[in-house]
């Protein structure tokens, strides 16, 4: 079973629900966790509009609980999903060599735009694009 760590700024929006489409499109294939640069949200819930969007697609995100990323949780995964290039960059300057091919973009060439601040409409699309990037790391024994 690989094992995938989603990874935005704060893991209050992008991150989470990447983490839980991938759960469950891949559930016989992946263990997912997902985290965040910052530990601005640490500890908080969701997004309440990404709760929202989650729900609209059927999923349920509500249980999940922010978490600042930490070397352990690096050392744990497979590949590590960075949902954009600015994650991506910080990630590999935290990162050093030892985890460095792990890295990756969640889309692999471009961005997944972060909905803060943003109306509900945004965090809709941002919940299709990142469902719809899943079958990017589902069924894919490299990655």
Same mark, same amino acid.
């Given at each position: 079973?690989? +094992?995938?760590?989603?990874?935005?700024?704060? $893991?209050?929006?992008?991150?989470?629900? !990447?983490?839980? *489409?991938?759960?469950?499109?891949? %559930?016989?294939?992946?263990?997912?966790?997902?985290? @965040?640069?910052?530990? +601005?949200?640490? @500890?908080?819930? %969701?997004?309440?509009?990404?709760? &929202? *969007?989650?729900?609209?697609?059927?999923? =349920?995100?509500? !249980?999940?609980?922010?978490?600042?990323? /930490?070397?352990?949780?690096?050392?744990?995964? =497979?590949?590590?999903?960075?949902?954009? /290039? !600015?994650?991506?960059?910080?990630?590999? &300057?935290?990162?050093?060599?030892? $985890?460095?091919?792990?890295?990756?973009?969640?889309?692999? =060439?471009?961005?997944?735009? =972060?909905?803060? @601040?943003?109306?509900? *409409?945004?965090? $809709?699309?941002?919940?299709?694009?990142?469902?719809?990037?899943? *079958?990017?790391?589902?069924?894919?024994?490299?990655?």
């Amino acid at each position: 079973m690989r +094992k995938v760590l989603t990874v935005c700024l704060g $893991n209050h929006c992008r991150s989470p629900f !990447a983490a839980l *489409a991938l759960a469950r499109r891949g %559930a016989a294939e992946l263990e997912v966790r997902s985290a @965040g640069l910052i530990g +601005k949200w640490e @500890g908080e819930p %969701a997004n309440e509009a990404m709760v &929202a *969007a989650a729900r609209r697609l059927g999923l =349920d995100l509500t !249980a999940h609980h922010a978490q600042q990323i /930490t070397l352990e949780v690096l050392d744990w995964a =497979d590949i590590v999903l960075a949902m954009d /290039t !600015a994650v991506l960059e910080t990630l590999r &300057a935290i990162c050093g060599e030892k $985890n460095a091919e792990k890295l990756a973009l969640y889309l692999n =060439d471009r961005d997944v735009p =972060d909905p803060m @601040g943003k109306d509900q *409409a945004v965090f $809709n699309d941002c919940a299709l694009l990142i469902e719809a990037g899943t *079958a990017l790391h589902v069924g894919r024994p490299d990655r």
